[in-house]
């Protein structure tokens, strides 16, 4: 039988923010998330424990992550990029680790400032520690189909890294179309290729909509057996170390879109609308949701 459910991981307060110019104070932060795990979504990544001079919007992760009332129904994320940001997400209880890094070499060096093989040294003790101490980990794969700077990657350069995080022990990876270049024939070329190495339960889609296919992506993955996708509210989004990336998939039109072709996200739209209303009125201008936009309209 086919599997209806399907798995949203809400990465706003996280890729959402982290490319924002304007300061978003740390207890609007906390209210915003406080909104978004009442909406059904089961999985919100909060933050990220990077370098607070690399991603200045997050420097308050910690506060963040303290501030945000606890929630069973919810698991709580955030990025680690390393052991000291393993060590800050632990010493206030986050739920999940993702660790991340980029299936090209340029982009991960500007992101992270290390080749890819040097990360796998800084990544493997990360994960040892974080399955050490109970908490779920998943990968990110970012420029899996394109890379800012490099233009088209190998699939088999992200076969291979798909490869080293499973081995390290990660349990789900997402896929990332950082700068939002993917079309639908990509996303099958890629997914048969990495479903080699990684299966389809533990794959997810991280699509960002800069080109408008985010959504023909998505219907492609799902029709190929995919069951995880990241989005993020209003379509917020975007990795400041990729020139030109923009919002990520807006969650409230990946779950109209998902819900409509049968799937079951646990998610109550107009809850998760209003959440987008709520911090598209924080930011003060107009945010890409197609949803929030019809939203405003009427
Ligand atoms: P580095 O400068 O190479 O770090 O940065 P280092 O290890 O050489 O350490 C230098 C100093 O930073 C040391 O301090 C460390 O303690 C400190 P000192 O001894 O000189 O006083 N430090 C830290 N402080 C706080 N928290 C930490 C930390 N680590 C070191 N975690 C580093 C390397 C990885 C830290 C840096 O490059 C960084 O923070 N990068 C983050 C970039 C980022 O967050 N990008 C956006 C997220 S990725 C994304 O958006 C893509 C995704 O959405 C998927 C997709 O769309 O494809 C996930
Ligand atoms: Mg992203």
Redesign the pocket.
């Known amino acids: 039988m086919t599997n209806l459910s399907v798995r949203i991981r809400e990465?706003g307060p996280?890729?959402g923010l982290?490319?924002e110019k304007k300061w978003i104070e740390t207890q609007d932060k906390v209210d915003w998330i406080d909104q978004l795990a009442e909406t059904g979504l089961s999985y919100i990544e909060l933050t990220?424990?990077?370098?607070?001079?690399?991603?200045p919007a997050?420097s308050d992760a910690s506060e963040v992550v303290k501030g945000v009332k606890k929630n069973k129904n919810v698991i709580f994320g955030a990025?680690?990029?390393?052991e000291?940001?393993?060590d800050?997400a632990l010493e206030v209880g986050i739920d999940e680790i993702?660790v991340?890094l980029?299936a090209s070499e340029t982009h991960n060096r500007k992101?992270?400032?290390?080749s890819i093989d040097e990360t796998f040294l800084?990544l493997k003790p990360v994960i040892e520690r974080a399955k050490k101490s109970n908490k779920p980990i998943r990968g990110?794969?970012?420029?899996?189909f394109g890379c800012p700077y490099e233009g088209d990657v190998d699939v088999n350069q992200t076969r291979k890294i798909a490869y080293q995080l499973m081995e390290a022990g990660v349990e789900e990876i997402?896929?990332?179309?950082?700068i939002g270049v993917a079309t639908p024939n990509q996303i099958e070329d890629v997914i048969q290729a990495i479903s080699k190495e990684v299966s389809l339960e533990k794959m997810a889609l991280?699509p960002?909509d800069t080109r408008g296919t985010a959504l023909a992506n998505v219907f492609a993955a799902y029709q190929l057996g995919v069951r995880a996708f990241?989005g993020s509210v209003a379509g917020l989004?975007?990795?400041?170390?990729?020139p030109g990336?923009s919002g990520?998939v807006a969650t409230e039109d990946l779950i109209y879109l998902l819900e409509g072709l049968g799937a079951k996200t646990g998610v109550d739209l107009e809850k998760l609308l209003e959440s987008a209303k709520w911090i598209q009125r924080k930011l003060g201008r107009n945010l890409p949701s197609h949803h929030l936009q019809l939203a405003m309209a009427q």
């Open positions: 990465v996280r890729d982290q490319n990220s424990f990077v370098h607070p001079k690399w991603i997050l990025l680690v990029p390393n000291r940001g393993l800050r993702a991340f980029s992101n992270i400032n290390k800084v990110y794969v970012s420029t899996v997402s896929f990332g179309d950082t991280h960002h990241d989004g975007g990795c400041p170390y990729a990336a990520n």
